[in-house]
């Protein structure tokens, strides 16, 4: 094969690359639709350890994604999780679901104050979910414990 070919070869692949990580991606970030009780949610997921780990610390907007409201992590197991707001940008409502059904809300959770301890938040109840939406989302939407969830079909 000739230099130019290769060149070329070489080129095509690393572009068939880039796009492939640009769709995965967008993947992503595509929101998961479901319900709670009337209220439509639009939430990007989170259902691996690192990217519960990781949930929204350290960024400044909930989304890239104008559509996303929230980020739905879906737990291992059902249990009691401990959340809490390290390297958070801005304060969050958590919505506690156990498998169709809101167990719990905390409400309006504060950014943490630089060099104080950071506040560990948890459900009453063992849990399946936890929504995080932008501090207000609840209040806004009426959404309190006894609320039935309709994931998407």
Known sequence: MNTGRAHILLFFIASLLVLISIV???????PFSFRINTTV???????????????????????????IQGMLFILPERKIPTFWMKDM????DFIWIDKQLVVDVSENIPVP????????????????????????????????VGDVVKWQE
Do not use: C, W
């Not at 995965?24 to 595509?30: D, E, F, M, T």
């Not at 940008?89 to 969050?92: K, M, S, Y």
């Not at 209040?139 to 309190?144: F, G």
């Open 24 to 30: 995965i991606k967008y993947q992503q970030q595509r």
């Open 41 to 67: 949610v639009r939430a990007e997921v989170a259902d691996s350890q690192e990217e519960i780990t990781q949930g929204l610390s350290g960024r400044t907007v909930m989304s890239a994604n104008p559509n």
């Open 89 to 92: 940008q801005f304060p969050l």
């Open 113 to 144: 104050d630089n060099g104080k301890p950071l506040n560990i938040y948890s459900p009453q109840y063992p849990v399946t979910h936890v929504l995080e939406v932008p501090a207000g989302f609840v209040k806004e939407r009426n959404i309190k």
